[in-house]
Structures are given as C-alpha cells and as structure tokens.
C-alpha cells in the first residue's frame, strides 16, 4: 500500500476513484499502468525514468510490453548460462582451480578480455588507469568476472530500453544510466574521470569491435551511449 501511494504522490499512477473515506480505488487501466511499473522496475529502470517514458507522447504499450518480453528473453539465457558457470567457477574455487582461457569465453562469449591485453598495455601502458586496472583485476576471481559481466548487461539493457521507448541521449534518464556506467568502471577497474569517460564514448562507435558488442544488444546502441556519455559532460 504505502508503495501505489508513492505513485500517487509523484503522479506515476493516479486512482481514478478516491473514495470519501479516502481509500485509493483502481479501475483497468490503473493495474495496467502499474504492470508496466513493475516491468520497467524490475529492467533496473528508476521511477522518473519511468514516469518520462510511459507519458511520452505516442507511447506504444504493445510494443513496449514486445521489448520488455525480447529483452527478458535475452536476460533469463544470459543468467542460465551464468548460473552453470557460476556452478563450475564454485567447484573450481572448492579445488583451487583458476580461471582457463575456456572457462574465460565462458563469462564473456565471443569477447575474450586477454585477446586485448597486449594492445591495452601498447596504447595504454604508462597510464595510472591502466596499471591500476592491471593491479586490481589480478586478484579477480570467475565469480568477481561473472558480476562485473551482469552489471554491464543491467546496465546495456537499460540504455537499450530508454532506446527503444524513444528517450533522448540527452535526456535525464540517459544520463542517470550514464553515471551507473561510469560508477561500474570506477569500481572495478579504475578511477574513471568524465574525460576518460567521454573518451571511451567515442571509442564504442570509433572501434568496430566495441560497437559491435553493443550492436548485438540492440541496433543503434553503440552510438545512442556514445552520444548519452558525450551529453553528460557538456
């Protein structure tokens, strides 16, 4: 209860009869609205973001509901495939067995961080960033990659469904989920300043291979976070 009267108070979801005794009474299209709430909470969508995307103009309940199922999909495969791997990281910790290069494809697919690294020490090499992100992730176990590998796929849907329901990248919505992403880098990899931040913005659409990373999220992601992260710092 005390939550729809949360809605009410911040006008996400407004009773259509209040009784005289002041009891909330709800019609069809009320619990509609407040199933689309849940969904979008449960995507990691916060509740003005939310409020902004179900009162946009023209806002497509049918197909918002297609994309909410299409990305939950892709969600439930992804945390399956995490779950046999966080069961096997489970036993290889019982036995004291380190990450192989196999079990590394396992977290992170066709993207294999080591592939990488001989190129991010050349271009980064005498870096701060670079040599604390060296120092930190040494000590990473699987289970550590599996959680960084969920945080980032929280965070693609989330950009990717303020995509999909028309949200401006230069919109306070985008930027709320710009400063999750910045605030993932910085905890597990490096201090992340708004520079280097605008810097890796332009790298996603700049490197085939990072856009292509967020192209198999959603078509336009790439960019539509390179021009999210850009907007935050202007």
Known sequence: MRTLHHYDAIGLLTPNVRSANGYRQYGRAQIARLQEVLFFKELGFPLDAVKTIVETPGYDRRAALEQHRALLERRTERMLAMLDAVDRAITAETKGVGMTNEEMLDVFGDFDPAEHAAEAEQRWGDSDAYRQSTRRTASYS????????????????????????????????????????????????????????????????????FTEHFEADAEGLARYVSEAIAARYR
């Open 142 to 209: 699987k289970a550590d990659w599996l959680d960084i590998k969920r945080e980032a796929t929280e965070i693609n849907a989330a950009f990717a469904e303020l995509m999909a329901g028309g949200t401006q990248a230069d919109s306070g919505e985008a930027a709320a989920i710009v400063d999750r992403h910045r605030a993932h880098i910085t905890k597990w990899f490096y201090d992340c300043s708004p520079e280097i931040h605008t810097g890796l913005g332009r790298m996603y659409v700049d490197d085939g291979r």
